[in-house]
């Protein structure tokens, strides 16, 4: 079973920047991915990336968010700029192996002056 721990989140002025990691134990892993809730939304897909390096985002971080792996140490980071009061909710790790897709506990990002 893959165990995730996130690490990263905090208060930023908007404009500013974070960043997100995410270890993952267990075993090696295929995809993983950023989601994120906002209070009283829905949970969404921010950021992927395949084993091979391949990634994806959604429209509303397109340019100002960049995620990244390490596949030794199976670990995902989302680097994150420019942020915005909207980009404000709990972000999560998502790993997917072989056995099914895991969930990290979640790190609170809030974006305010």
């Known amino acids: 079973q893959v165990q995730l721990v996130e690490s990263g989140g905090g208060l930023v002025q908007p404009g500013g920047s974070l960043r997100l990691s995410c270890a993952a134990s267990?075993?090696?892993?295929?995809?993983m991915r950023w989601y994120r809730q906002a209070p009283g939304k829905q949970r969404e897909l921010v950021a992927a990336?395949?084993?091979?390096?391949?990634?994806s985002y959604s429209d509303s971080v397109k340019g100002r968010f960049t995620i990244s792996r390490d596949n030794t140490e199976n670990r995902v980071w989302l680097q994150m700029a420019s942020l915005k009061p909207e980009d404000t909710a709990v972000y999560y790790c998502?790993?997917?192996?072989?056995?099914?897709?895991?969930w990290g506990q979640g790190t609170q990002v809030s974006v305010s002056s």
């Open positions: 998502n790993a997917e192996d072989d056995t099914g897709a895991y």
């Open positions: 267990g075993s090696p892993i295929l995809y």
């Open positions: 990336i395949s084993s091979g390096g391949s990634t």
